[in-house]
C-alpha cells in the first residue's frame, strides 16, 4: 500500500511572514529623536545668554550643509569643493525674497518659511544642472568642477552688482520674535528655535532617506560603480539624486547662516568655507550623520579658539590680522592629519568603538 507523500509548504515572503517582534517603523523612531533634541535645545536655550543662544543657532545652520555633504560624499562617494557656493546661492536667495516682501509691506511670520523654501527649491535647480555634470565626471575632474562652481558663484555676485549689490552684498530683514513670546524675549533665542526646527527637520528627510532604498542605491554606488550596475541601479541618476539632495540642504544652510546674519555677502561664501565643510565632515566621520554635528560644532568654535590663541601672542595689529586670517585653516589641517591618524572613522567613528567596548565589557560583567 503506497502512502502519497504530503508536498511541503510553500515558502512565504517576507511580508507574508508574520511579525514577532514590534519594530519601530523608521519614521517614527527618528521623530522621536528629533522631538527628545527639540526638547534640549528648549530647555538650554533658556539657560545661555543671548551670544551662546546665537552660536547653537549658527551651529544648527551649519549642520544642514555639513550633513548634506556628508550624504554627498560619504555616502555616494562624490568629492565636492563647492558646498560654500551653495550655500551661497541659498543665502541670495532669501536675501532677494526677504527684501521683496519688505518693499510691498509684507512681513508676517510665514515669510519666512516661504523664502527659505525659495531658497532651498532654487539650490536643488543648480544642483541638478551640477549634479548633471558631476555624473560624467570622477576623480580629480569631479573636485576640478566643484572647484570652479566655488569660485564662479561669489564672482558672479560680484559681476551682477545691480541685483545683488557687489561686494557690500545684500540686507536680509526678517521680522521680529512674535508678540505672543512677550516685549523683552531675547532675539537670539528666537533665532534658535527657527534655525533648529528647519534643521530637524533637514535632519529627519536626510536620515530617512539614509535608510531607504535610495540610501542604499547611495552606499553601493559609493563601494563599487561597477557591481551597482550591474544590480540594476542607474549609476547616473543616482549619483544626480544624491548630488540635488546635498544641494538643497547646502542652500538651507547658507539661507539659515544669512537669516541669522541678516545680511550677505560673497566674502562670507568663498573658497575657504567649501574647504572648512570638507575638511569638517572628515573630521566628524564621513558616511555618519551623528559626524555632521561634530564638523559643524567645529566650524563654529574654530573662530572662537583662533581668538582665544591669537590674544595669548603679543603681536602688531597687521601681524595679528594675518595670523588670524590663516590660523583657521592651519588649525583645521593639523586636526585632521590627527585625526586621520588616531581615529580614520573621524570622532563619531572613535565614539562609536569607544561604544561598542563598553557594551561588551558590560555584557561580560552581565555574563
Known sequence: MSATRAAPPARRTAAERPRTGRAVPTLLRHLAVAAVAASVVLVVSYQLDSFRN???????????????????????????????????TGAYTVALCQNAFAERGVTAGGVLVLSLATAVLATVAVGAVVGVAAARLRGPYLAGLTLAVAVVVPALTVTFDGVFNGEQGLAVPVAPAPAGLGPYFPYERWQLWVATAATLLCLVLLANLVRSRYGRAFRAVRDDEVAARLAGIHVARTQVIAFVVSAGSAGLGGALVAVLAQSVSPGAFGLTLSLFLLMAVV???????????????????????????????????????????????????????????????????????LAGALRVRWRRRRS
Open 54 to 88: 546665537f552660536q547653537l543657532a549658527t551651529v544648527a545652520a551649519y549642520l544642514c550643509a555639513t550633513a548634506g555633504l556628508t550624504v554627498l560624499t560619504g555616502l555616494c562617494g562624490q568629492l565636492s569643493l563647492g558646498h560654500g557656493a551653495l550655500m551661497a
Open 283 to 353: 573630521i566628524g566621520g564621513l558616511g555618519r550623520l551623528a559626524g555632521a554635528v561634530w564638523g559643524a560644532v567645529l566650524l563654529v568654535a574654530l573662530p572662537d579658539l583662533t581668538h582665544t590663541l591669537t590674544d595669548l601672542f603679543t603681536l602688531s595689529p597687521a601681524a595679528a590680522q594675518r595670523l588670524e586670517g590663516n590660523l583657521p585653516l592651519a588649525i583645521f589641517g593639523c586636526t585632521l592629519i590627527v585625526v586621520m591618524i588616531a581615529a580614520p572613522g573621524g570622532v563619531q567613528g572613535l565614539l562609536s568603538r
